[in-house]
């Protein structure tokens, strides 16, 4: 259902729900290397409350960005092609095409952009795996070189999710047996695993087919459709009219009267229908004679 | 020059001055929203980025939907005895897409680049299409309408040439009508998982189309009855109620398409256990089923103050879909809901004002209801002796 495939290049984060300790350095750091107010960073935390009874309390937290996603629903709407999905797994958004259609926030099942409301003229906040840090020889994003606990990892997708699976079946017990963005909207690039149901962390429960793809059921129809209502209204209309002509010529050929020729069709069948409006005023009928 | 023009403005009843103070305060607010930015001037947030906005929008193109329908039944179908109906009823697609248009470009946070959907294609994308189709139908528009703005003046000329053209013209402005229309439903399709099941369908577009097919021909029939008390200018009798004739039956495919694919997706028990969302689903139906049946009673249809009632029934039926779909029964995240601000209530309402002082003013100074019907006057104004004498 996908319309990207993997290349085997692409690269992807491993998140562990168990190991966030919600200091939030990763806030600061993405604020810090992204130059973004803390109130728009691209990473926030999702976490579940206090839950239990005293003394047995816990508190379980994750960070949270975009995910990446195979076949980004974003990408499918953005109205000016601003977010792209390269070679590299990494959903990026160019901020000299955006128009602030805000599109994107809507169509994303995970509600991951951000706008920067307080602008005069904002744009949209969406984590790019600080590609810019890729591209300069960093290796790895600012968020994932700051977590103090290595909550984030970061590396090759493939390996990333080999990671996930191998952390849950060499620790039963301890992680759901579930990894969030596998398959949530057609398999993301970033992967959580999670102690305590993802529903708890307040993560929406997305479909295992992305939106994107629905979409494009439709949209690539569009220039049949178009085709397809253009022939067919000027099938209509030259149908008609010539029915019309045909009438009004054996009309004319009955009463040996002059009729309006076939290039004055349009003529004609105003013509006939003139007398069925009997209350037009004259203004409409000098026109239409 | 210049002392004919104050004369003239001069001349204007006191509706237009109300109408254009309502206009300038709007405008002012909406010049304002554009220095300020969205985050000072309205209520939309992370949870709830479009607002009323996009739903007056939606029912907008909706109710200008007649200008398409309208030229396919003449032009197309050939059925030109409704003939008399297109210009006003352009005028008021013309009008409604200028309004969506301004309403738009409020809504681009970077209304800056709002040329940006021409040089930077995404195919993929609904809102892209929607847009290329409304600039280029807005064209066609003016097109159609250009031989009324032209009558009078010194390029009337032009008329022989424009009229050539106007089948081919209209063919594109009814498939580019059919695209855009049946997009805007299109729209809601990626949006999945924050729109309720009641009105997320693969079939939007096709509601979306239909629908606009009952809203357009509302629209011409209301503006007919409301043009008769304002302008003294009517459509004939039976022209109104042929056109009315149609609305049951475009009613019925579009109601038996809901909940039939309701039904299909194994959705219909939603109908009656989904709180709110039942609710507002069933007033959306309510409203339309009661005009499907006004109009399928011949009398309705030839009767102004009923065919009015109809026709408000279909464009409110359709109105609380377009604002369902974009606003009501859009999931609130964490709780969070939307309610707009009162800058964009007041831009709104300074944009309506501008369509209706424009309409206005072009169907004073401009030959718009030329085949339409004059209102016949009661007898009070006629002098009643000559007349007895006869």
Redesign the interface.
């Known amino acids: 259902m996908s319309e990207t495939t993997s290349n085997g290049n692409e690269y992807g984060f491993l998140i562990d729900a168990s190991r966030c300790i919600d200091c939030r350095a990763c806030l600061v750091a993405c604020s810090v290397e992204n130059e973004v107010p803390m109130e728009t960073t691209r990473i926030w935390i999702q976490e579940t409350g206090v839950q239990g009874e005293f003394p047995n309390l816990a508190r379980f937290s994750a960070p949270y960005h975009c995910m990446h996603c195979d076949d980004p ?1 974003c ?8 977010l792209q999905k390269g070679d590299d797994g990494i959903v990026t958004y160019d901020q000299d ?7 994107c ?3 994303c ?1 995970f ?1 991951v952009p ?10 949209i906040v969406k984590c790019d795996m600080c590609v810019s840090r890729l591209s300069d020889g960093h290796s790895i994003p600012a968020c994932a070189a700051t977590c103090p606990t290595d909550a984030i990892i970061f590396g090759k997708k493939s390996d990333m999710l080999a990671e996930a699976h191998r952390r849950i079946d060499q620790n039963p017990g301890k992680f759901m047996n579930h990894v969030y963005g596998e398959t949530e909207n057609g398999g993301t690039a970033t992967f959580y695993i999670s102690p305590v149901p993802f529903a708890e962390l ?1 993560f ?1 429960a ?2 295992e087919a992305s ?2 793809y ?7 129809g ?1 220039p049949t ?2 085709g397809a ?2 022939v067919g ?2 099938s ?2 030259l149908t ?2 010539h029915h ?1 002509e045909a009438t009004a010529q054996g009309v004319g050929a009955a009463h040996g009267q002059n009729q309006a020729g076939p290039n004055e069709a ?1 003529g004609a ?2 013509g006939t ?1 003139v007398p ?2 009997p ?3 004259q ?2 009928q000098g ?2 004679a | 020059m210049l002392k004919k023009i104050i004369d003239e403005v001069k001349s204007l009843s006191i509706g237009y001055y109300i109408l254009a103070v309502i206009a300038a305060a709007g405008l002012s607010v909406a010049g304002y929203r554009l ?6 001037t309205t209520n ?4 709830f ?2 607002g009323v906005w996009i739903s007056f929008d939606l029912s907008t193109v909706a109710f200008s939907g007649g200008a398409f329908t309208l030229a ?1 039944l003449v ?4 059925l ?2 409704l ?2 109906a297109v210009r006003p009823t352009v005028l008021v697609g013309l009008i409604g897409y200028a309004s969506v248009l301004l309403i738009l470009f409020m ?8 040329y ?2 021409l040089i ?10 929607v ?1 290329w189709c409304i600039m280029l139908y807005s064209t066609i528009l003016i097109y159609e309408l250009s031989p009324v703005l032209l009558k009078n003046s010194r390029w009337s000329g032009a008329i022989k040439i424009i009229e050539k053209w106007t ?1 081919p013209m209209v ?2 402005g ?2 580019l009508s ?2 855009h229309q ?2 805007l439903g ?2 809601f ?6 729109l309720h099941a009641l009105w997320h369908s ?1 079939l939007l ?1 096709v509601f979306f189309l239909i629908s606009s097919l009952a809203a357009g021909l509302a629209m011409v029939i209301a503006g007919a009855i409301l043009s008769y008390w304002i302008f003294k200018r009517t459509l ?4 109104q109620a042929e056109l009315a004739w149609f609305i049951p039956w475009i009613l019925s495919i579009y109601l038996v398409l809901k909940v039939g694919e309701l039904e299909i997706t194994d959705e219909l028990h939603l109908l009656f256990s989904s709180g709110k969302y039942s609710t507002l689903y069933l007033t959306e139906l309510a409203l339309l089923v009661v005009p499907l049946i006004l109009f399928a009673i011949k009398r309705v249809r030839h009767s102004r103050g009923w065919s009015l009632t109809g026709a408000a029934f279909v464009l409110a039926g359709v109105v609380l879909n377009r604002f369902n779909a974009s606003w009501f029964a ?1 999931k609130p ?2 709780g969070e809901m939307y309610s707009p601000s009162w800058m964009e209530v007041a831009i709104l309402i300074g944009v309506l004002a501008t369509a209706v002082l424009a309409y206005s003013l072009i169907a004073h100074y401009f030959p718009l209801f ?5 209102v016949e006057r009661p007898p009070k104004r006629q002098p009643s002796l000559a007349q007895t004498g006869d």
């Open positions: 629903s990408v499918s709407a953005c109205t000016v092609g601003a095409r955006c128009i602030g259609c805000r599109y926030m809507y169509a099942p509600q951000n706008y920067e409301w307080k602008e005069q003229l904002p744009l307040g929406p997305a479909d939106p994107a629905f979409n494009r059921l439709v949209t690539h569009t459709v178009a209502v253009a209204l000027s209509v209309y008609i009219k019309a349009e069948v105003v229908a069925q409006n209350d037009l005023p203004a409409a026109q239409e | 220095y300020a930015g969205l985050g000072t939309l947030s992370k949870a980025p479009w396919a032009y197309v179908f050939h030109h005895e003939h008399s809504d681009l946070g970077r209304w800056d680049r709002f940006h959907f930077y294609p995404n195919l993929n994308s609904a809102l892209f299409e847009s089948i063919i594109a009814v498939t059919t695209l049946s997009s299109t729209l399709i990626v949006m999945s998982p924050r693969m577009p004939a009798e039976n022209v859009i995240v964490a030329e085949e339409t019907v004059p």
